[in-house]
């Protein structure tokens, strides 16, 4: 069998027609039962699962067309007594086929995406509930504008690890990181932005079911990562707005703790930093 010959017309058939189904939308609305996403609570989070499946789809199946084809030239073309090397500068049809393709995929996945983009990239929500979050080793602090709805007022309400808002509602979160890059991920809502020192990134999203999920660290980040764990409790609009109120009750009740409260989980990651560093 020629170089030429491995790529007949039946090959070219069947790439053709595996590049057709990895093209066509409808064959990527369904995932495999063990390739199960969370479930998405946000606005959005159908459309990026959308995009994550058309994806997952084209470069799976390129995946396994490249891995058939390596192990049929290594069974092909093993080493066999008498058999001689031959030199071939290949096929310059096929080298502008592969680059062609990959790259008509590309501008067609950026096309299909970028609506997607800048909807939650690009147009932040202006009349969104305003939260920061500040990242550091190993722990999520966050600060609410609390009852009078500004910043830097007495009545701020600041929580450790636990993220409150309200559902149905954009949620525009100011991220910050106070030592190295942490990734503030939120997987149902399928939130996932890097919190870098010196940076202020907005990011926003929008619960559309009430409940309690986790926050992860999605960058390794020190030895502590891996329980840089925060919680979120999506609740009704009342439910917030109750517990906003009690906060900003406690932290005035407690003048003097305001600006350190009663931690959640205990921040014994900073100890291990501290060991770590010392
Ligand atoms: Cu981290």
């Known amino acids: ?132 979050v500040t990242a550091e080793q190993f722990a999520w602090n966050v600060r609410y504008a609390g009852p009078d709805g500004k910043f830097d007022t007495a009545d701020d309400v600041q929580s450790l690890n636990q993220l409150h808002f309200p559902v149905g509602q954009p949620i525009v979160v100011t991220l910050r990181s106070k030592d190295v890059i942490h990734s503030f991920f939120l997987p149902e809502f399928r939130v996932k932005q890097d919190a870098v020192p010196g940076l202020s990134t907005r990011i926003w999203f929008e619960g559309t079911r009430t409940g309690h999920w986790e926050i992860a660290c999605a960058e390794l980040c020190g030895l502590g990562h891996y329980r840089m764990k925060g919680f979120v409790t999506v609740e009704t609009p009342e439910d917030f707005g109750k517990w906003l109120k009690d906060q900003a009750v406690q932290a005035a009740g407690t003048a003097p703790a305001a600006s350190a409260p009663a931690p959640a989980v205990p921040p014994a990651g900073t100890a291990v930093n501290q060991e770590a560093k010392s």
């Open 1 to 132: 069998m020629t170089f030429r010959s491995l790529f007949s017309k039946r090959w070219r058939a069947a790439g053709l027609l595996i590049a057709a189904g990895a093209a066509f939308p409808a064959s990527a609305s369904a995932l495999p039962f063990w390739m199960k996403l969370p479930e998405g609570v946000s606005t959005y989070s159908g459309r990026i699962d959308g995009l994550f499946r058309l994806i997952l789809w084209i470069t799976g199946i390129i995946f396994i067309v490249v891995e058939l084809l390596l192990l049929a030239f290594l069974i092909r073309y093993r080493h066999r007594e008498g058999r001689r090397a031959r030199y071939t500068h290949g096929s310059n049809r096929l080298e502008v086929i592969w680059t062609i393709v990959p790259a008509v995929i590309c501008v067609v996945l950026a096309l299909l995406s970028r609506a997607t983009w800048a909807d939650i990239k690009q147009h932040i929500p202006r009349e969104g509930v305003q939260i920061e």
